[in-house]
């Protein structure tokens, strides 16, 4: 039993810039497979909310205008993943964002899996890549629809009347945070701290990539086939 468990309980981390579909990806593994989706804005948010001791020190640090410490981060990862759901397997979306959490997951990890029978490191790590210009369209295109939250994007599935919602006929938005200099500013930040990562999983020959300018499906069907083929999962 132990074996078997070993064999299908594979974390698995996606990686990818803002605007690759990685959130989607991660709620498809999830149903899939059944595995949680811990992301850590997820669990930021929780914790602030909850008034935990860890989102305590976390409102603190963002009070004052400071990013979140890799520390502080990793000890909330620790937490959620001690919870008993993640013991078949879990999927990280959005984590590790620096090549620093990267290594405090190696470190956690081999004290997680300590009693299974792994010739090597657990993880399946898959890259979802974009390319960069393609990224700017996808995420400068997005519009938000005002009431109801629907989602546009005039490059690649406009609504039928300019800047008016299709289900509604409220006006639809750019939000701040989908602006252009934003949105730069953004791509350039995971440049500098999280392409890292990726090459740091690439060193470990742990890294596999999937093109995310397939059709959404395809990229699916190549993340399945991927994780089916280090836990021989089926999702049935």
Wanted: net charge negative; aromatic share 8%; proline share 5%.
């Amino acid at each position: 039993m132990a074996e078997e468990s070993a064999r299908r309980a594979r974390p698995i981390v996606l990686l990818g810039s803002p605007g690759a579909g990685k959130g989607t990806q991660a709620k498809r593994v999830s149903a899939q497979y059944g595995y949680p989706q811990i992301s850590t804005g997820d669990l930021l948010r929780d914790n602030v909310q909850r008034e935990t001791p860890l989102g305590a020190k976390a409102k603190d640090v963002m009070s004052r205008g400071e990013l979140v410490s890799d520390g502080l981060v990793c000890d909330m990862v620790e937490e959620r993943l001690a919870q008993p759901d993640c013991q078949n397997g879990f999927i990280l979306d959005g984590f590790p964002r620096t090549s620093a959490q990267a290594e405090w997951l190696d470190a956690f990890l081999e004290r997680f899996f300590e009693n299974f029978p792994f010739e090597h490191c657990p993880l399946i790590v898959i890259l979802i890549d974009v390319d960069y210009n393609e990224l700017l369209l996808r995420l400068t295109g997005r519009r938000t629809c005002l009431a109801n939250g629907h989602i546009y994007n005039v490059h690649f599935q406009p609504p039928r009347v300019d800047d008016i919602c299709d289900v509604d006929g409220s006006k639809l938005v750019i939000r701040n945070d989908d602006r252009e200099e934003v949105i730069r500013e953004r791509l350039a930040a995971y440049e500098r701290q999280t392409r890292p990562v990726a090459d740091y999983y690439q060193a470990h020959a742990a890294l596999f990539t999937v093109d995310g300018s397939l059709p959404a499906d395809e990229v699916t069907a190549r993340i399945f086939a991927r994780i089916e083929s280090c836990t021989g999962a089926d999702g049935n």
